[in-house]
């Protein structure tokens, strides 16, 4: 008895807890997705790239402070249409150095190595969207270096919900690619760095009030 006695308190206690315990704001449910326009929230979007060196190991960055906007209606998904804005001056690494390269000006007025030190904004345009259940194919035009060329992003849906902070409906997507920089007139290194680069796209969207 004594012993029933002194486990109704953890009884009593472990429902509260589980009651008391915080919900995420979003979740992978397409049910809480509302039609309407969005626009990117710049602060929780990047893009990061990937690519092989030397063929030791990968090397990674990001970019950040992406803009755009999303037209989206759960009713008719194919109907959406994305733009995406990346300042590729803004590219970002672990190293500094690397970063530096990125953006350094052409050696004796020759062509920069990648980027340069004044490159202009990459833009991604969507032509059509196909929707398969919370997954996507979305194929577009993605100008990069002043070249713009098709690509694909294979997205993903990742949650939707209000923001708790500044209460604005959000809906999140993870997406993936492959381009080939020398399509877009960066060749600096290549075969010794890799020519395609590997896109991992995370990026949240707020509706527009």
């Known amino acids: 008895m004594r012993k029933i006695f002194l486990a109704l308190p953890l009884f009593i206690a472990v429902p509260l807890v589980a009651q008391s315990a915080p919900q995420m704001p979003g979740t992978m449910d397409t049910s809480r997705v509302t039609a309407g326009n969005y626009t990117v929230d710049p602060s929780h979007t990047l893009v990061g790239w990937r690519v092989s060196h030397f063929g030791f190991n990968d090397y990674f960055g990001i970019f950040g402070d992406a803009t755009g906007t999303l037209t989206l209606d759960p009713k008719k998904p194919n109907a959406s249409k994305v733009e995406i804005t990346i300042p590729v001056s803004k590219v970002t690494t672990a190293s500094t ?14 062509k920069p190595d990648f980027f340069g030190p004044a490159p202009a904004d990459a833009k991604f345009v969507s032509k059509a969207v196909t929707v398969n259940g919370t997954r996507a194919l979305v194929t577009g035009d993605l100008t990069l270096n002043g070249i713009t060329k098709p690509v694909r992003l294979d997205a993903q849906f990742s949650g939707a919900g209000t923001n708790p902070f500044n209460k604005k409906e959000t809906v999140g997507f993870h997406a993936t690619s492959v381009i080939k920089r020398s399509n877009f007139g960066i060749n600096y290194g290549i075969p010794m760095v890799t020519d395609e680069v590997k896109l991992d796209i995370s990026v949240a969207f707020e509706k527009a009030s």
């Open 97 to 110: 150095g690397l970063t530096g390269h990125l953006l350094r000006a052409g050696k004796d007025g020759g």
